[in-house]
């Protein structure tokens, strides 16, 4: 089983850029998106609402928040690449069903003893977010069982993952918005660019006082 996210399993491949396919880093005009994935568009109001998690959840490892500016970059990243690990199973006919999650929610639970404890120190996710961190990583298993039959070298089977979900990525086409990063192709991640604002949304309307 597969125990990491999609751009954590990118970055920790060797000579990874040696097979990456280009990807354009910004592309038409979509008004409201901060990115979008082919036809898919990843709403500026999702990516905030991301944001707004990350930046109260402290690293599993090191106990700290990250900044805004990395929950940006960070939550960004886990967006595009759910639609991509989606798109990239659907293509090759991979599903995965409600038990399959819930079974391997249960072999983690006893690993760590809690699923509040497998949504930290697995995934490095809240809580509220753990089943859908469970459904990439068994949907991610299943892929590269396809991808890499018989094979069970770890290094091998996310040579062959990444390969094939940057190959998706490039028919697809990723483009975000520059305020928000720029896709990095070979890390399947959003990193900050030259005109990376880290934009924070607009705070909420007053209340209007109270008559009486």
Partial sequence: MFRSRLARTATGVPALAALALAVAACGPAHPGAAATVGNARVSVTALNTAVAVAVVTPNASTGQVPDRPTAVLSSLTQLIDEYLVV????????????????????????????????????FDVPLAGLHAAAQQNVLLTKLVTVLAPGVTDQTSLRTALVKYVIQVANQEGVHVNPRYGAWVPEHLAVEASDAFTSPVPPAPAASSAATG
């Fill in 87 to 122: 798109d990239s199973a659907r293509a090759k006919g991979v599903t995965v069903t409600e038990a399959e999650i819930q079974s391997y929610l249960a072999q983690e639970r006893q690993t760590y003893g809690s699923d509040a404890a497998t949504a930290s120190q697995l």
